[in-house]
């Protein structure tokens, strides 16, 4: 008995080794990478996407290091290539027949308004009419977004151990609906409740090995982190004011402008925020506890460095691009003004010149969604991943393996719905 | 070339527990030892099970036995000769295996989802369409009209709104005799009407709700008023139909099956673009077969030759290829030498036929748009 009292007391007399978060990536591989893969995925009309989002995962999980030990994505790209087949299934019998449906229901609706909109009502039909595809199709989008979340981390290992989520996506499903429908009631105001419910509905069914996280904390928490969402708000009520009573015009423009400007910045202050609330109160295994110290400032600054440096790059691209593209017309110019013979040469050197631009075009814009991914993606996760810390890391050595999880449809439908973030 | 004792970090996929260990490469045996820190085996791996992590950062080689996921325990290297050997010592490190019967299953589920997609698109979405399209009441398939001839309106009159609409009495009170002619024996369940968009695109269309739109292009290119009537009672036969409104169904349905198929990708949206104009082809032909026989009859009964169709669809043939063409009546009515054939046999020798309108009502109507 006073033994193992012992060794407790000695246990805790450790003091906690904290473990940091790095996120450790060269800019040039990182780019020919997604240039690379994104190429592949245009050339093959598409079908390599699935392969290409699997490699970049690779890369991107393999550069998060944690404590010197860098995480693991296993994820294939062919499992994701047959979970979308799964899902494309069930989506074309599914939003073929809802399409129609709807739009049946649409126009008997739509008949029944009056030419000209005589009312709140008959507005609020129309408005109703044309959203409500979008609605009919949002659970699936809450569906999508689950089961990738669950794919994502039965593919992700760290020291060899697999994360895990449970299959509880229509649990989550019902609750996002819910929550999203009290968010647009209370006009946002309830974004908080929303936010915080789901990463606790997710959190509460993720684990590490046989570990359970857990969601602590409480949803008006998340307050603090609304704060310049809220004086924007004011500040373009404020703007809407001037402008509207014709105070002053321009002077309510500026304002206008200005509000909306702190309302972007607002939003990328309330998602770091929140994330760094969230993560605070996030306990692993009962034990293991987690800190962020990310910045909204430098979330900010690297989306404006980013922007500015990709406008300048494409735009050089582009001047080099059009000299050469000159060039080329030039050279098919001087062909046709030869003799007769020449046409057929100048038509050859028409659609090489028209292939060379259409190609060129593509080439343009898989480099644009390259950059994007090197110099703002990336750097966000990475500045995440950098100023997070694993308060006591200690426990986590007690921890087991979990078994796997198969997942037949992978995160098919999230790549049917075109959802899933950067990476 | 082999190496002994390289320092390793070893996880057995097991516990989270991470160990020093020292790996020996043997190419002679074809194996790879794995010592613990007192220089006990701890695992033996064949050189030809090894596989690696790859698309990695850089941070390390990451090495496992057996297929990347069930090949539970890792090895991390971080020695560059080590890596070196280890990459010309194995045969299989970045095969993927992929078994015979994971590729029958791909087989089938590319069969089943090109099945479903095709099915919906050229099968369920039409029928359903068809039945639901008899189901909208006249009065508000009207409204659902009129609502399209305010959009076509609103982008058709970019600069002086108001004055897309040819009004031009004399003409329009021609044209709507020249379409009360075609309606003989038929009975709408709304009024027609008809009217002419100041316009140069060849192209003529019918809305839901018995809208019959003609744009100018189309009146200037018509050598008689008989081709022009031919045109009309073709459209017309679209409206007997309920082929817009049903149209308008089967577009909603179909619409975004195909950028479901390709994705966001580059490039997919044109290409979702040319699918969808292919399914519209596809789909149309039996609905303008129809809508041609019914021009035919109408054209008989108001006694106008129906080789007036013919000659129209020989003259389309004729311009085929002007690009200024392709965007117009071609691209929903390709013109065909089997339709001009079609619509030749059905004119009767043994009968006479008038013009469709006189010839001071015809010159009044290629003036509609005269301000
Ligand atoms: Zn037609």
């Given amino acids: 008995m006073t033994d193992t009292l012992a060794s407790q007391g000695e246990g805790a007399a450790l003091a906690p080794v904290p473990l940091d978060g790095a996120f450790l990536t060269e800019k040039s591989k990182l780019f020919w990478l997604a240039f690379w893969t994104g190429l592949l995925t245009v050339l093959t009309l598409g079908i390599y996407r699935f392969w290409a989002r699997t490699r ?247 989306f404006v460095l980013g922007i500015i440096l990709i406008a300048i790059l494409t735009f050089v691209l582009s001047v080099v691009l059009g000299v050469l593209i000159g060039i080329v017309f030039a050279s098919g110019g001087s062909v046709m003004n030869g003799d007769g013979a020449g046409i057929g040469l100048f038509a050859g050197a028409g659609v090489a010149v028209a292939l060379a631009a259409v190609l060129g075009y593509i080439a343009f814009l898989v480099l644009i969604g390259a950059l994007v991914t090197v110099f703002i993606s990336a750097p966000i996760l990475g500045h995440y991943i950098d100023t997070l810390r694993v308060e006591n890391a200690q426990p986590l050595e007690q921890i087991n393996q979990r078994a796997g999880d198969r997942m037949a449809d992978a995160d098919g439908f999230a790549d049917a719905l075109d959802i899933g973030g950067a990476f | 070339m082999g190496f002994t004792w390289v320092d390793a970090r070893y996880f057995d996929g097991l516990s989270a527990q991470r160990r020093q260990v020292f790996v020996s490469l043997d190419v002679e045996s074809q194996r790879l030892t794995i010592h613990d820190h007192l220089g006990a085996d701890l695992d033996i791996w064949p050189l030809e099970t090894l596989r690696q992590l790859r698309d990695d950062a850089g941070a390390g080689m990451v090495l496992c036995s057996g297929a990347v996921d069930p090949g539970e325990a890792r090895v991390i290297l971080a020695n560059a000769r080590a890596i070196a050997a280890i990459k010309a010592a194995c045969p299989n490190l970045t095969k993927a295996t992929v078994t015979p019967r994971t590729w029958g299953k791909i087989m089938a589920w590319v069969g089943a989802s090109t099945a479903a997609v095709a099915l919906m698109v050229f099968v369920i979405v039409p029928a359903l369409a068809g039945q639901l399209a008899v189901f909208i009441p006249p009065e508000r398939e009207a409204r659902v009209g009129s609502a399209v001839l305010r959009q076509i309106e609103r982008l058709l009159s970019d600069k002086d709104a108001g004055d897309w609409r040819c009004t031009n009495p004399k003409g329009q009170m021609a044209l709507e005799q020249m379409a009360q002619a075609l309606q003989q024996g038929q009975e ?145 009515h390709p013109p065909s030498v089997a339709r001009a054939v079609h619509a030749r046999a059905a004119v009767q020798t043994a009968q006479n036929y008038n013009k469709s309108v006189s010839s001071e009502e015809w010159q009044a109507i290629q003036q509609i748009c005269a301000k």
């Fill in chain 1, 56 to 302: 970049l995962r690779r890369y991107i999980w393999s550069a998060i290091d944690a404590g010197g030990d860098s995480f693991e994505y296993t994820g294939m790209g062919l499992e994701k290539f047959l979970g979308f087949l799964i899902a494309l299934v069930v989506l074309a019998v599914y939003l073929g027949l809802l399409q129609v449906g709807l739009s049946f229901i649409g126009f008997n609706l739509w008949g029944a308004v009056t030419l000209e909109p005589s009312g709140p009502r008959d507005v609020l039909i129309q408005v109703g009419a044309t959203y409500v595809t979008g609605l009919a199709v949002l659970p699936l989008i809450f569906y999508a977004q689950y089961r990738s979340r669950r794919y994502m981390l039965s593919r992700t290992r760290w020291r060899g151990l697999r994360f895990g989520l449970d299959a509880a996506a229509w649990g989550y499903v019902w609750r996002a609906l819910l929550y999203f429908a009290l968010s647009l009631v209370t006009l946002g105001l309830l974004i908080p409740l929303s936010t915080f419910r789901l990463e606790k509905y997710m959190t509460d069914r993720m684990w590490y090995g046989d570990a359970v996280f857990e969601q602590q904390g409480q949803w008006w928490g998340l307050y603090p982190a609304m704060k310049h969402l809220l004086i924007a708000l004011g500040v373009l009520v404020l703007g809407g004011a001037v402008g509207y009573f014709g105070l002053a015009r321009g002077l309510g423009a500026v304002i206008l402008i200005a509000g909306s400007i702190w309302f972007l910045c607002g939003l990328v202050y309330y998602q770091v925020e929140s994330f760094k609330y969230l993560s605070a109160h996030k306990v692993l295994d009962g034990t293991v506890r987690f800190t962020s110290n990310a910045s909204s400032h430098r979330v900010i600054g690297i």
């Fill in chain 2, 188 to 332: 709408f369940p709304y009024a027609i009407q008809v009217g002419v968009v100041d316009h140069k695109m060849i192209n003529a269309f019918a809305l839901p709700g018995g809208h019959i739109i003609v744009m100018r292009g189309l009146i200037e290119m018509a050598e008689t008023p008989e081709q022009l009537a031919a045109v009309m009672a073709h459209e017309l036969g679209h409206v007997a139909q309920k082929d817009p409104i049903e149209q308008a169904l089967r577009a909603a349905g179909t619409a975004g099956l195909l950028s479901l198929v390709l994705g966001d990708a580059t490039g997919g949206t044109v290409l979702a673009l040319v699918g969808e104009r292919l399914i519209t082809a596809k789909n149309s032909r039996d609905v303008e077969a129809r809508a041609d026989d019914f021009a035919l009859a109408q054209l008989a009964k108001a006694g106008v030759s129906p080789e007036a169709l013919a000659e129209f669809f020989e003259l389309l043939l004729q311009e085929m290829g002007d690009p200024a063409f392709d965007m117009g009546w071609i691209s929903s």
